[in-house]
């Protein structure tokens, strides 16, 4: 990183979210690309990212945004002003359908049960499209949290249960059973979809692919997933969709902390004014260790110290890394890839404050979006 850029991170304030919006639009310009060079629509899938304050932005580059009910399709209303907004739930609620089919351009159903009971409902809506989540029982996720294909999982159609005879008013396919994968993945997925559902697909107007595309991690084969796009636009007569979450924000984002205090225990330890289960949840459910700037694997550099929160959470750790000076209290941290999956999870759990979440603009200079407080914290109890 520059020294000017982590100069800025480290003034901050901690705990905070930074949003890196020119790496934010480095990725937006990827996918723009994709859009261009296929005439897809990629859409932001809002679990991952929902950071408003940078809808504006996102909307110059992409087509719209999908929501997983009715909170996400609503902010992406209110915020992103005039793009499409689909949205997906494994079951709707009867008061949700009224206001979803008032603002969406897609809605994809889980079952048939759910097709059959908003139909009626749902032919009466010339604006809406209607779509049904299918499942292929084909995925390469190994964690099993993460699998929509395994056995009595809940989420899309299996062939066996598909009744291709309630398919008046459904107009696409949409799968979804990637997780932080290449486009060779989506290749064979597809395969996978073609050999099961293809006979439907001739019938259909359009197709999403879901997310979990990687599209914007360096090894990505932007060109592999330009052609299986392609291909099946072409083969099936269909518009096709994709709906990245991590894609859009991945190495968009940092979490800024400060060392409160050192301590010992047979080895080194810190800790942060930030904590794994509140504002970094993945680190914990994924599990998966954050990169923080200038640190080693334990040992590799000279100081090694497990970082652990400030919660009475004994497994509060985020880690053991090593750096090259010794850690004193007060100094900063800056922890990378902390846009997505972590200020949309994040809780006041023990009391826990949130972080503020700043943008670093293009230009260098930070803005404060938010700031928390302690009404934060009672507000929801
Ligand atoms: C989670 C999810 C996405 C986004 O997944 P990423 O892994 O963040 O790209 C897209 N569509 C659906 C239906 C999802 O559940």
New binding site residues.
């Given amino acids: 990183m520059e020294k000017a850029k982590k100069e800025k991170l480290l003034s901050l304030p901690t705990p905070c979210y930074v949003i890196d919006e020119a790496a934010l639009i480095s990725n937006l310009e990827t996918l723009n690309r994709v859009e261009r060079e296929t005439g897809c629509h990629v859409l932001l ?1 809002q ?2 990212f929902s950071a408003y304050h940078v809808y504006p932005l996102i909307a110059r580059y992409i087509s719209g945004t ?1 929501a ?1 009910g009715i909170f996400e399709a609503r902010l992406a209303h209110e915020e992103m002003g005039n793009r499409q907004i689909h949205v ?1 739930s494994p079951a709707y609620r009867d008061e949700e359908f009224d206001e979803l089919t008032g603002i969406c351009d897609h809605i994809v159903f889980n079952s048939f049960s759910q097709w059959k009971h908003f139909r009626e409902k749902a032919l009466s809506c010339k604006n809406v499209s209607f779509g049904l ?1 299918i499942n292929p029982e084909y995925s390469e996720i190994e964690t099993k949290i993460y699998d ?1 294909c395994f056995t009595g999982s809940r ?1 899309g159609i299996t062939l066996e249960n598909f009744e291709e005879n309630e398919l008046d008013g459904i107009s696409g396919l ?1 799968f ?1 059973t ?3 994968q290449g486009a060779d993945t989506l290749e064979r997925t597809l395969r996978a979809v073609e050999e099961k559902f293809g006979k439907y697909l001739y019938k259909m107007k359009w197709i999403n692919f ?5 599209i914007t991690r360096k090894d990505y084969d932007v060109d592999l997933l330009i052609s299986c796009i392609n291909r099946i636009k072409q083969k099936y007569g269909l518009e096709v969709y994709i ?5 859009v924000a991945m190495n968009a984002g940092y979490l800024v902390c400060s060392v409160l205090d050192r301590t010992k225990n047979g080895i080194e330890i810190a800790v942060v004014d930030t904590s794994a289960a509140c504002h970094m949840p993945d680190v914990l459910e994924m599990p998966y260790r954050p990169y923080i700037i200038g640190s080693g694997m334990p040992d590799e550099l000279k100081y090694t110290y497990r970082l652990g929160a400030p919660t009475c959470l004994a497994g509060d750790v985020i880690g053991d890394y090593s750096f090259d000076e010794p850690l004193d209290i007060g100094d900063r941290l800056i922890f990378t890839d902390m846009a ?2 972590s200020m949309v999870k994040n809780n006041t759990f023990n009391g826990m404050p949130l972080p503020s979440i700043y943008l670093l603009e293009k230009d260098g200079n930070t803005r404060l979006l938010r700031k928390f407080g302690y009404e934060d914290f009672k507000s929801r109890l």
């Fill in positions: 899938a679990k991952a999908t997983s997906f989540r929509p989420l949409h979804h990637m997780c932080e879901g997310g979990g595309h990687h709906e990245p979450g991590e894609a997505i999956y």
